[in-house]
């Protein structure tokens, strides 16, 4: 089964400029190098903050309507992603109970089969 799991934004992944250390870097390098040699990782991308984005909102018949970030509800936005393979939800969980670090503030990743 593959799942994916989604980095959820802090006020802090949002804030211009904010880049991890280099110690953080070097954690979850070493980390996601483990997760490819074990043959779990299919993919996995820090994003850019929701200022550079874009959203397209969807509303009964009218035209589409573009909406340009930044987006105020920081607790909605997403930092990055893992898509992974498992053999079970519980097996990802207690997989990336060992995440070394998301940078600063709150951490919280969410986790969700894909459908196949």
Known sequence: MRFLVIVKASPESEAAG???????????????ERLVAEGRMELAEGLTSSADGSRVLFEGDAEPKVIDGPFAETKELIAGFWVLRGESLG???EL?????????????????????
């Open 96 to 116: 990336m109970k060992q995440v070394p670090n998301l940078g600063p503030g709150e951490g919280v990743l969410e986790i969700r089969p894909i459908g196949e």
């Open 91 to 93: 097996e990802i969980v």
């Open 18 to 32: 904010f880049q991890p250390g280099a110690e953080e870097l070097a954690e979850m390098t070493k980390f996601n």
